[in-house]
C-alpha cells in the first residue's frame, strides 16, 4: 500500500465545522467545500503544482446539451470487501424506474460499475447479459472496466491488457456501449474494493490499458466506443487525499502522446457531501470547484490541455446515516443545475448521478444509501426532481 505525499501551503484557518476564513492577501483555496461563490473568485496565483486553489472564477456559460445517466448496480464500500448485504433486485421494478428517468426522445445513460478482472470470463458473460438487458430498453451504456486483479496476477500488465482487448471484443460489438472506463480511482491507493489504486502498477494499468483499448477499438472500427479513465476528486480536508496533482503528473509522464491520443474522454467521482467526515458544504458551489479544478488544474498537468470532453462518471448524496431525504434532493437540484450551468465552460458532456437504488435502506453504513429509490423501489423526493431536470436539461 503506498501514499502519497502533498505540499501544503498554508493560505486558510480552519475554525467551527469545516467554515473557512481566508486569510488577506493570499490566494482563496479550494476547500471542497464551496464557501466562495463562483466567478467571484480571484484568478490563482501561479505556480500552483498541488492545485491548492479555488479555480472557479468564471460565469456560467452554456454549450452543447449534457447526456445525463445513472448507476444502476449497487454501491462498492470502502475497505478490502464489500460487508453489508446487498438487497437483491427487482428487475421489473428496476426496469420501471429507468424507463421513467430516460428523456423522450432524447439518450440516457446507464454505468456500470465493479466488472473486475479476477472475475475472469465469468464475469465478462455477466455484464454481457447486464448490458443486452439495458440497451434493448433503449439506454446507452458506460461500462467500467476494472484492473483488481486476482492475488497472484496483481501487478501483471501483460494478463491485464489481454483482458482489456477481451472487453473490448465483447462489449464494443453492441452499438448501444458507447464508452469503457478504463480502471477506476486509480489516485486512490486504500480500498481495494472500490478503488484500483490499491493494485501493484495500476497507473500502468490504467495508461496502458487505455492505449490497448483505444488500438483495439480501431482494430475492430467500433467508432462508437469511447474510450476513457476516471479518478476521484478528493477534497483537501480528507486525511488520505494525498496528491491528486502527483497523480496526474505521473500518468501523463507515464503514457505521453500516445496515452493522450487515445484518450476520447475523462471522468471523474465527485461526492461533494464528503465521505469521511459528512461537511456543511454548498453543493452548488462545490460542484462548481471541483469541475474548475480539474479542466484548468489537474488536466493540463497530464498534458491535456485542450477540450478533452469531461464525464461526471459518479456525483452522489447520501441519506440515511449521512442526512435527510429532503436534503438529498436540494442537493442533487443544486449539483445538477450546477453541471448544466457550467457545462460549456469545463466540457462536461455527460453527466450521471450515483445511484439508482440503495444497497441496503437498513443499513449502518452511509454509503448504502445514496440511491435515489428506497431498496424496496420506493421513491425518496429526489427521484422525481431528478426525472424532471433530465427531462428538461437534455
Not at 428517468?101 to 454481457?128: C, H, Q, W
Given at each position: 500500500?503506498?501514499?502519497?505525499?502533498?505540499?501544503?501551503?498554508?493560505?486558510?484557518?480552519v475554525v467551527g465545522?469545516g467554515?473557512?476564513?481566508?486569510?488577506?492577501?493570499?490566494?482563496v483555496p479550494w476547500?471542497?467545500l464551496g464557501i466562495a461563490?463562483?466567478?467571484?473568485?480571484?484568478?490563482?496565483?501561479q505556480p500552483d503544482?498541488?492545485?491548492?486553489?479555488?479555480?472557479a472564477?468564471d460565469?456560467?456559460a452554456?454549450?452543447?446539451?449534457?447526456?445525463?445517466g445513472?448507476?444502476?448496480?449497487?454501491s462498492g464500500g470502502?475497505?478490502?470487501q464489500?460487508?453489508?448485504?446487498?438487497t437483491?433486485?427487482?428487475r421489473e421494478?428496476?426496469?420501471q424506474a429507468?424507463?421513467q428517468?430516460k428523456?423522450?426522445?432524447?439518450?440516457f445513460v446507464?454505468?456500470?460499475?465493479?466488472?473486475f478482472s479476477?472475475d475472469?470470463?465469468d464475469?465478462?458473460?455477466?455484464?454481457?447479459a447486464l448490458v443486452?438487458?439495458?440497451?434493448?430498453?433503449g439506454?446507452?451504456?458506460?461500462?467500467?472496466?476494472r484492473?483488481h486483479p486476482e492475488?497472484a496476477d496483481?501487478g501483471n500488465?501483460?494478463?491485464w491488457?489481454?483482458?482489456?482487448?477481451r472487453?473490448?471484443?465483447v462489449?464494443?460489438?453492441?452499438?448501444?456501449?458507447?464508452?469503457?472506463q478504463i480502471t477506476?480511482?486509480v489516485?486512490?491507493t486504500?480500498?481495494?474494493?472500490?478503488s484500483d489504486g490499491?493494485?501493484l502498477?495500476a497507473?500502468?494499468a490504467l495508461v496502458?490499458?487505455?492505449?490497448?483499448a483505444?488500438?483495439q477499438?480501431?482494430?475492430r472500427?467500433?467508432?462508437?466506443?469511447?474510450?476513457g479513465f476516471?479518478y476521484?476528486?478528493l477534497?483537501p480536508?480528507?486525511?488520505?487525499?494525498?496528491?491528486t496533482?502527483?497523480?496526474w503528473?505521473?500518468?501523463?509522464?507515464?503514457?505521453?502522446?500516445?496515452?493522450?491520443?487515445?484518450v476520447?474522454?475523462?471522468?471523474?467521482d465527485y461526492?461533494p457531501?464528503?465521505?469521511?467526515p459528512p461537511k456543511?458544504?454548498?453543493?452548488y458551489?462545490?460542484?462548481?470547484?471541483?469541475?474548475?479544478?480539474?479542466r484548468?488544474?489537474?488536466?493540463p498537468?497530464?498534458?491535456f490541455a485542450?477540450?478533452t470532453?469531461l464525464h461526471?462518471?459518479?456525483?452522489?448524496w447520501?441519506?440515511?446515516?449521512?442526512?435527510t431525504?429532503?436534503?438529498?434532493?436540494?442537493?442533487l437540484?443544486?449539483?445538477?443545475r450546477?453541471?448544466?450551468?457550467?457545462?460549456?465552460?469545463y466540457?462536461i458532456?455527460?453527466a450521471?448521478?450515483?445511484?439508482l437504488?440503495?444497497?441496503?435502506s437498513?443499513?449502518p453504513?452511509?454509503?448504502?444509501?445514496?440511491?435515489l429509490l428506497?431498496?424496496?423501489y420506493?421513491?425518496?423526493?429526489?427521484?422525481?426532481?431528478?426525472q424532471?431536470?433530465?427531462a428538461?436539461?437534455?
Amino acid at each position: 500500500m503506498k501514499w502519497r505525499g502533498r505540499a501544503v501551503g498554508v493560505a486558510i484557518v480552519v475554525v467551527g465545522l469545516g467554515m473557512t476564513a481566508i486569510t488577506p492577501g493570499w490566494a482563496v483555496p479550494w476547500d471542497g467545500l464551496g464557501i466562495a461563490t463562483p466567478g467571484e473568485v480571484s484568478p490563482p496565483v501561479q505556480p500552483d503544482p498541488e492545485c491548492i486553489q479555488n479555480y472557479a472564477t468564471d460565469a456560467p456559460a452554456g454549450g452543447t446539451p449534457v447526456v445525463w445517466g445513472i448507476g444502476p448496480m449497487e454501491s462498492g464500500g470502502g475497505g478490502a470487501q464489500q460487508t453489508t448485504p446487498f438487497t437483491p433486485e427487482d428487475r421489473e421494478r428496476a426496469d420501471q424506474a429507468l424507463r421513467q428517468l430516460k428523456p423522450t426522445g432524447k439518450p440516457f445513460v446507464v454505468r456500470l460499475n465493479r466488472m473486475f478482472s479476477a472475475d475472469g470470463e465469468d464475469g465478462i458473460a455477466r455484464y454481457k447479459a447486464l448490458v443486452d438487458r439495458y440497451t434493448a430498453l433503449g439506454l446507452q451504456v458506460e461500462l467500467q472496466v476494472r484492473y483488481h486483479p486476482e492475488p497472484a496476477d496483481n501487478g501483471n500488465i501483460d494478463k491485464w491488457l489481454d483482458y482489456v482487448r477481451r472487453a473490448v471484443d465483447v462489449f464494443g460489438a453492441n452499438p448501444g456501449v458507447t464508452g469503457l472506463q478504463i480502471t477506476n480511482e486509480v489516485n486512490i491507493t486504500i480500498s481495494a474494493n472500490t478503488s484500483d489504486g490499491y493494485y501493484l502498477d495500476a497507473e500502468q494499468a490504467l495508461v496502458r490499458g487505455v492505449i490497448e483499448a483505444k488500438k483495439q477499438a480501431r482494430l475492430r472500427n467500433y467508432s462508437q466506443l469511447g474510450i476513457g479513465f476516471n479518478y476521484a476528486v478528493l477534497q483537501p480536508w480528507l486525511s488520505f487525499a494525498g496528491s491528486t496533482a502527483g497523480f496526474w503528473r505521473d500518468i501523463g509522464a507515464l503514457g505521453g502522446a500516445e496515452f493522450r491520443d487515445s484518450v476520447d474522454w475523462i471522468g471523474f467521482d465527485y461526492y461533494p457531501q464528503g465521505r469521511i467526515p459528512p461537511k456543511l458544504v454548498d453543493p452548488y458551489n462545490s460542484m462548481v470547484q471541483a469541475m474548475a479544478l480539474v479542466r484548468k488544474c489537474y488536466l493540463p498537468l497530464a498534458g491535456f490541455a485542450g477540450r478533452t470532453p469531461l464525464h461526471i462518471d459518479e456525483v452522489g448524496w447520501a441519506t440515511g446515516t449521512h442526512g435527510t431525504e429532503d436534503a438529498q434532493r436540494d442537493a442533487l437540484d443544486a449539483i445538477v443545475r450546477a453541471i448544466n450551468d457550467y457545462r460549456g465552460n469545463y466540457g462536461i458532456s455527460e453527466a450521471y448521478w450515483f445511484d439508482l437504488r440503495d444497497n441496503n435502506s437498513s443499513s449502518p453504513k452511509y454509503e448504502d444509501y445514496y440511491g435515489l429509490l428506497r431498496d424496496d423501489y420506493t421513491s425518496k423526493p429526489a427521484f422525481d426532481r431528478y426525472q424532471q431536470l433530465v427531462a428538461e436539461y437534455s
